[in-house]
């Protein structure tokens, strides 16, 4: 669902211009774009209450980046009502005027899928945006860490228990 329809609340509204902002930092050249789909009964009807989404344009194609714009979908622990709802993961696609070119999730190992892949500098940035998105939103306990966040000793540990 867009960010812009999602901000019903002063502080998520203020989490996502956070979000907005922290992105920017990584991608300056980026413009944001807090409506990201459009507003017809269409696509009205595949909007998910549990997902903020927000965009961001590049000036042009940015061969770095494989890609033109990033959209970037937060999944929330719930339909936003008051206050800040947790994030339960990221989503970034790289996307052009034809397709989608790759996507990372914060999923197992946050490493991108697709045809054409970022180089491995964006790649690192993007994984200190979905950081940073976790800092803002407040990740639950044992959330999405980025692998080389985790700690190796308490997976032995689990498993010995």
Do not use: K
């Not at 867009?2 to 920017?24: G, H, K, T, Y």
């Not at 549990?50 to 061969?63: C, K, R």
């Amino acid at each position: 669902m867009n960010a812009a329809d999602q901000a019903r609340s002063l502080e998520l509204a203020r989490a996502i211009a956070a979000a907005a902002v922290r992105f920017r930092t990584h991608f300056p050249d980026a413009r944001a774009n807090l409506t990201p789909w459009r507003d017809d009964p269409q696509t009205r009807a595949w909007a998910e209450a549990e997902s903020v989404d927000l965009s961001f344009h590049f000036p042009g194609w940015n061969p770095r980046n494989q890609c033109r714009s990033m959209l970037v979908q937060l999944r929330l622990e719930g339909a936003p009502v008051a206050g800040r709802p947790r994030l339960l993961g990221v989503v970034i696609r790289g996307l052009t005027y034809e397709s989608e070119r790759w996507r990372l999730a914060t999923v197992g190992d946050w490493q991108p899928s697709g045809q054409h892949l970022p180089e491995p500098g964006v790649v690192a940035r993007l994984h200190q945006v979905c950081r940073e998105l976790f800092d803002i939103f407040e990740a639950p306990p044992g959330g999405a860490l980025h692998p080389s966040d985790r700690d190796p000793g308490a997976e032995d540990e689990g498993r010995a228990a």
